[in-house]
């Protein structure tokens, strides 16, 4: 009896199968988009390449008692490739060639970056391509100070900023401490719990009016009230901080004679309880402020007093007894608002404004005069009723509460925000065609539309009297073409 036997697939044959399947899936893939495979296969090469420079960089470091390869500083700054050697970039074949690398590693489009630390034990290497030039595709400047902790552009390389400040200034750290950057040295701001570094600090002129800002000598004390100077660890990290004592009867103060000053003052101080809560208020001789609770970490408050005052001080509202706490920093400056730390030891001390433009060859190597559109993502330091700004050119004109600009000079401004408030706009420059769109809102015709005249031919500026930034800059970028609209919602998401 013949039987009909049904034979199946072997392992062998289904492998087979798959794999086809496989090979005719990808070309398939990448016939139906080529582009998006390319990119894919350049975005694996690159993470290859920069944990190939980490390593490389870190090998190097243990053999060589810690050290890092010479240049390698806390801002960003690009790598030495061939052929691509843009100012100040840091030559690492000389230190990881051959010893720890066959080759070093280049970028297939721009270059390679790489910074350390502020305690420099760390190193990070990066590069510039991210889904703001995915989306948008490669813009002409790009200026991410909160990456980069530098000035220079990742388009060119280069550092294409003027900046000068005729005097020191404090910035917070990335380890949440008060830092000191010297004359014409800018300064990268950090937030002051999680670290997270918020870009470029751009600020108007101040002059703290306190001779002696931290409490102790040049201070005086009303009823009973007491000083220890140098009695902890203050928010610059040094021991630095005064105890203040208040009893529990009568109105205890501690205040410092001030320079009296036409128009309001803002007084601010560091405050810490050395346990549970303690409740303050800050002021000058002719009105102290609401009640202000501070718990065991240092807190920076502020209250903006009128005119007319010539001593500035600290009380406890409803003192308990044996009421202590830790203070410093304190500061008195004419506005509305608190500026970074200016400290004084023995006399009033100026901080000078923060000037930062852009201008000549530096402006017009990327800029379109015809068209073009901006991504500006920024947010304001300690000062919670100024308004970002950058400006194209000298005048100034305003066309709403928000947003001001003129053809020929244009002015672009953010809007009012704090440091948990960031600001993400994209902006057309383009005759007859100005739009805006704000942290992923919809596009909005907010500018004027009505020009008769060219655009401007710069330069570009964060500050100007009467309207610098207050505030920090996270990123601008800037495409020499009037991106779509639906672009421009999406880079400010």
């Not at 010297?182 to 306190?210: I, Q, W």
């Not at 907010?446 to 655009?455: E, G, I, R």
């Not at 020499?480 to 609209?485: A, D, F, I, K």
Request: charged share 15%; net charge neutral.
């Amino acid at each position: 009896m013949n039987r009909k036997q049904n034979k199946g697939f072997t392992l062998l044959e289904i492998l087979l199968v798959i794999a086809a399947i496989g090979i005719i899936a990808a070309i398939v893939l990448v016939a139906i988009n080529p582009n998006r495979q390319i990119e894919a296969a350049r975005q694996a090469k690159r993470r290859t390449d920069i944990n190939s420079i980490t390593k490389a960089i870190q090998q190097y470091s243990i053999d060589n008692n810690g050290q890092y390869p010479t240049g390698i500083d806390t801002g960003a700054k690009p790598i030495c490739q061939t052929g691509n050697t843009p100012t100040g970039c840091i030559d690492l074949s000389t230190f990881l060639v051959p010893d720890y690398l066959a080759a070093l590693p280049e970028a297939d489009s721009n270059r390679y970056y790489i910074r350390k630390n502020t305690s420099g034990t760390s190193i990070e290497v990066s590069h510039p391509k991210d889904n703001i030039w995915d989306i948008g595709g490669t813009p002409s400047l790009d200026l991410n100070f909160a990456k980069n902790k530098s000035l220079i552009d990742n388009v060119s390389g280069n550092n294409l900023i003027n900046f000068t400040r005729n005097s020191i200034g404090t910035y917070v750290g990335e380890d949440g401490l008060i830092k000191t950057a010297g004359v014409n040295e800018p300064r990268f701001e950090h937030d002051t719990v999680t670290g997270e570094s918020l870009g470029l600090l751009v600020e108007e002129s101040r002059t703290n009016r306190v001779s002696y800002s931290v409490p102790g000598t040049g201070w005086s004390v009303t009823d009973a009230a007491t000083i220890t100077t140098n009695a902890a660890t203050s928010p610059d990290g040094t021991n630095s901080a005064s105890l203040i004592y208040f009893p529990g009867s009568g109105v205890p103060i501690v205040n410092t004679t001030t320079t009296v000053s036409s128009g309001s003052k803002t007084v601010s101080v560091w405050i810490r309880s050395v346990t549970g809560n303690v409740t303050v208020r800050i002021g000058n001789s002719s009105d102290y402020g609401a009640n202000q609770t501070v718990g065991m970490s240092w807190t920076r408050i502020a209250y903006t007093c009128p005119s007319g005052s010539d001593s500035a001080g600290i009380y406890v509202s409803d003192p308990v007894v044996g009421a202590t706490f830790y203070a410093w920093g304190f500061q008195e400056e004419d506005g509305s608002f608190p500026t970074s730390y200016i400290p004084t030891s023995g006399s009033i001390v100026t901080r000078t404004a923060d000037v930062t433009s852009i201008m000549g060859t530096n402006f017009s190597s990327w800029y379109n005069q015809n068209e073009g559109t901006v991504l500006f993502n920024s947010a304001l330091g300690e000062s919670k009723d100024a308004t970002p700004s950058i400006r194209f050119g000298n005048y100034l004109w305003a066309t709403s509460p928000n947003i001001w600009r003129t053809i020929g000079n244009q002015r672009i401004i953010g809007t009012n925000s704090s440091r948990t408030i960031r600001t993400k706009q994209s902006i057309t420059l383009k005759q007859n065609d100005h739009v805006i769109s704000i942290n992923g809102a919809a596009v909005s015709a907010a500018l004027q539309n009505n020009d008769t005249t060219p655009l401007s031919t710069g330069p570009l500026s964060f500050n100007s009297p009467g309207n610098t930034l207050n505030g920090y800059i996270s990123r601008l970028t800037y495409w020499p073409q009037r991106l779509s609209n639906n672009i421009l919602q999406n880079i400010t998401k």
